[in-house]
């Protein structure tokens, strides 16, 4: 079956630190995979998203990379500050519009 | 900036009852979600639509649910016949076009008594 899974345990680390999260996919061909930010009780909101032909995206403190052959993405936030702890989910399209299929998300806590 | 709004925000209905929550994507998206989250769990996809019509749906949206939009600016979401496991948060999404950036809304929260 098709799964995106994303680190279940909540991630603590200390302000400035490097915040690495991890999404792994089997059983899909993605195109396109994104991540996006959920706060408490909101939506999610978008912050990235890379090609299956790049290996790697920058934006300010983030930095995205993705492996097709480990099917898997690696989302880092560089210089972590306490206003980064939120849920950070990954997305998938699977070559059209019409799905976006979402990981279970990591719960990043940032600590002063 | 443009954004996605749904109402209501928040939605207390008995068991049994029919709801429709409604959306008003962004103006010139082409592409509409909306998508499931119950408390603690992932977000989880229901539908989408393009061309006023569903191009994919879940399993999770079967009969008891459905989708319109009316105009050229709302898009709603019916739930028939609801259920105590309905209740969650329920989320609408746009994009512009091809498989890009996905704005959502903030959210109606569904509570079934």
């Known amino acids: 079956s098709q799964k995106i899974e994303q680190n279940s345990e909540a991630l603590n680390i200390q302000e400035g630190k490097t915040a690495t999260l991890t999404c792994n996919y089997t059983?899909?061909?993605?195109?396109?995979l994104q991540w996006y930010r959920q706060d408490p009780g909101r939506g999610p909101v978008f912050l990235l998203l890379i090609r299956e032909n790049e290996k790697e995206k920058r934006k300010e403190r983030l930095k995205v990379t993705f492996d097709t052959t480990l099917k898997q993405s690696l989302f880092h936030i560089t210089a972590s500050q306490p206003a980064d702890s939120a849920t950070y989910l990954c997305a998938l399209y699977t070559g059209t519009a019409s799905k976006l299929t979402f990981g279970t998300g990591t719960r990043l806590q940032v600590t002063l | 900036e443009p954004e996605v709004t749904q109402t209501p925000s928040h939605q207390v209905t008995q068991m049994g009852q029919e709801v429709i929550l409604r959306c008003v994507p962004i103006?010139?998206?082409?592409?509409f979600y909306w998508y499931r989250q119950i408390l603690g769990q992932k977000v989880e996809f229901l539908v989408s639509?393009?061309?006023?019509?569903?191009?994919?749906k879940s399993e999770i949206f079967d009969d008891q649910f459905s989708v319109e939009r009316p105009d050229g600016s709302n898009f709603t979401l019916k739930i028939r016949s609801t259920k105590l496991e309905d209740s969650a948060m329920y989320f609408c999404a746009s994009i512009l076009t091809g498989p890009t950036e996905a704005f959502f809304g903030q959210g109606t929260r569904l509570t079934v008594v």
């Open positions: 059983n899909y061909s993605p195109a396109y």
């Open positions: 639509f393009y061309n006023n019509e569903i191009s994919e």
């Open positions: 103006s010139n998206h082409l592409y």
